[in-house]
């Protein structure tokens, strides 16, 4: 089947109601005294979320399957699946678009046929409905009111190339499906592609006494994987009849080339190497340039988080013992999408090649790093995790050295670092997830914990991860020593070109921070302690098992 939209215009009337007026009291017809027009840009502006969710419900009014289709003339019923009226915001115009699902294409007088009945339905069908319903507007009870226009001089009817056209934008070389044979791609010369991500499952074990729980358990993959059905039916279900044959793409909303080429995105669950992951596949036109892979991910992030994902998460999955919620997406470094070949690099598997095996090159440090392995992954990563962890005991006991002698008001004075410096030891000790160029990066400093230290002081109380990415995004420590040049000091790095690693990746706002004014003061300190005698070895020994044992007291 294929797809193809008709757009026309909308005129928007506002009505103000008086106090104590009733619901319903005045019909359409009876506001002329009461109603004034709006222009697009107030609608687009303040509106647009309120006509949309009205003409959702509006469908849902209608046939589930076959829309409006059920009223085509007969020679057309054999043509069309089905017709869904929606309204679509183009920069500061609001239009109705009108969304056909075609059993087979259109000859153009059969388009001329169908625009002619469309035209009818927007004076005297559908469109007569829609115009005498009310959508609640604002905080007095206010009223907007959607009158689709059918005739007139502002009147037009337009497939999409023509509403291209008429809104003076380019049309892409490569054409959404159109509903004209001689334009439109046969389903069997699609191209098929998949984009992997993990799933995030919350588990809600039911009491014994039937009461619903009051505190969720998160699900790993490898035990979600047993309720791969019962997920995959609930995905289903998900669908609403507005996605249409687009699936997720019927919410893109944007005139570009990825909306020309991605022809639609269907979710679904997959157990790969033992795991549950979201697998989204796409059916495409032609393969996707790298900046618009880029731009679909971040749409598909977009999606996961707040549109598609954010209702589905909220549904309650039943199975035995429970309810589970699934999230697609995690405000977390767990958290990735990548196509297959990605994904075969991360599990050490190998998956069927498609169309967006290739790589992105000018992705940032940060970015790459995403898809390397864990920590726990390799025995290469895992040694250089430990060099790290024993570097940064190393320098937070000489920190702590540093300190002896000193007055309470002089420690005091340095709380702020003290402070930083106990947390960045904590977290990246006990929480942050090493990737390999992290771990390589930070092991070419003398003292690593001095600079994440440094960086989680002037980033406040902010994101602890950001701070880690912004790190290693930048790679802009200069001032800090560097291990010597002697071989033997040297860890053992696990290059990251050799293993291949490719990515796509959500970018992030990374912003700058003025590196603190007390690293001199540390510095100055640190000499001034090496000038005082020296703490007894085994004191030092002592004083860092026991820091390796317990988190810092703040």
């Given at each position: 089947m294929q797809t193809e939209t008709l757009h026309s215009p909308l005129d928007f009337y506002l009505h103000n109601r008086r106090d104590g007026e009733p619901n319903g009291e005045y019909g359409m017809y009876d506001l002329h005294d009461e109603r004034y027009k709006i222009s697009q840009y107030e609608v687009t502006d303040q509106y647009a979320d309120a006509v949309e969710l009205a003409m959702r419900r509006n469908s849902d009014t209608l046939d589930k399957v076959h829309g409006l289709a059920e009223y085509l003339p007969e020679e057309l019923q054999s043509k069309i699946h089905s017709i869904f009226p929606t309204a679509r915001n183009y920069g500061s115009d609001m239009v109705c678009a009108t969304e056909i699902t075609l059993i087979k294409p259109l000859t153009p007088k059969e388009m001329a046929d169908l625009k002619d009945w469309w035209a009818g339905q927007l004076a005297d069908g559908w469109g007569k409905d829609i115009e005498q319903r009310g959508i609640s507007v604002g905080y007095q009870g206010d009223e907007l009111y959607m009158i689709p226009l059918s005739s007139g001089e502002d009147f037009y009817l337009d497939t999409e190339r023509e509403f291209y056209q008429r809104m003076d934008i380019d049309y892409p070389d490569t054409v959404p499906p159109s509903m004209v044979a001689e334009t439109t791609v046969p389903p069997q010369q699609l191209m098929e592609a998949k984009l992997y991500s993990p799933v995030f499952v919350d588990f809600w074990e039911h009491?014994?006494?039937?009461?619903?729980?009051?505190?969720?358990?998160?699900?790993?993959?490898?035990?979600?994987?047993?309720?791969?059905?019962?997920?995959?039916?609930?995905?289903?279900?998900?669908?609403?009849?507005?996605?249409?044959?687009?699936?997720?793409?019927?919410?893109?909303?944007?005139?570009?080339?990825?909306?020309?080429?991605?022809?639609?995105?269907?979710?679904?669950?997959?157990?790969?190497?033992?795991?549950?992951?979201?697998?989204?596949?796409?059916?495409?036109?032609?393969?996707?340039?790298?900046?618009?892979?880029?731009?679909?991910?971040?749409?598909?992030?977009?999606?996961?988080?707040?549109?598609?994902?954010?209702?589905?998460?909220?549904?309650?999955?039943?199975?035995?013992?429970?309810?589970?919620?699934?999230?697609?997406?995690?405000?977390?470094?767990?958290?990735?999408?990548?196509?297959?070949?990605?994904?075969?690099?991360?599990?050490?598997?190998?998956?069927?090649?498609?169309?967006?095996?290739?790589?992105?090159?000018?992705?940032?440090?940060?970015?790459?790093?995403?898809?390397?392995?864990?920590?726990?992954?390799s025995e290469a990563v895992v040694t250089l995790r430990e060099q790290l962890i024993d570097r940064i005991d190393d320098n937070l006991c000489e920190y702590i050295t540093s300190l002896q002698g000193m007055s309470g008001k002089e420690i005091a004075n340095r709380s702020s670092k003290v402070a930083s410096m106990a947390v960045a030891h904590h977290y990246m000790t006990e929480i942050h997830n090493f990737h390999t160029s992290e771990l390589n990066y930070l092991l070419q400093f003398k003292n690593p914990l001095e600079l994440v230290s440094d960086e989680f002081e002037a980033d406040g109380i902010g994101d602890r991860s950001f701070a880690m990415w912004r790190i290693f995004d930048r790679q802009e420590h200069d001032e800090y020593e560097l291990m010597s040049d002697d071989p033997e000091t040297q860890p053992t790095t696990v290059s990251t070109q050799e293993k291949g690693t490719k990515a796509i990746s959500a970018s992030a706002g990374l912003g700058s921070a003025d590196k603190p004014s007390v690293i001199d003061e540390i510095r100055q300190s640190q000499k001034e302690a090496r000038e005082r005698p020296a703490m007894p070895k085994d004191n030092v020994l002592h004083e860092k098992a026991a820091r390796k044992k317990a988190e810092p007291d703040l």
């Open positions: 009491d014994e006494d039937g009461s619903y729980p009051t505190q969720s358990d998160e699900m790993s993959q490898e035990t979600a994987k047993w309720f791969n059905i019962e997920i995959s039916a609930a995905i289903l279900k998900e669908r609403k009849s507005e996605d249409g044959e687009r699936g997720l793409m019927a919410y893109y909303g944007e005139i570009d080339s990825v909306n020309s080429k991605v022809r639609s995105i269907f979710l679904d669950v997959d157990v790969i190497d033992d795991k549950l992951w979201a697998v989204a596949t796409l059916k495409l036109v032609e393969p996707l340039s790298e900046a618009e892979l880029e731009t679909l991910r971040d749409y598909m992030i977009g999606q996961y988080a707040d549109g598609w994902g954010e209702g589905f998460e909220q549904r309650d999955i039943e199975i035995e013992g429970g309810d589970i919620n699934v999230h697609l997406w995690k405000h977390s470094d767990e958290f990735f999408i990548a196509n297959h070949e990605q994904l075969s690099q991360r599990l050490g598997i190998t998956l069927p090649a498609d169309v967006l095996s290739q790589p992105i090159p000018n992705l940032s440090p940060a970015q790459k790093a995403l898809y390397e392995p864990d920590a726990s992954d």
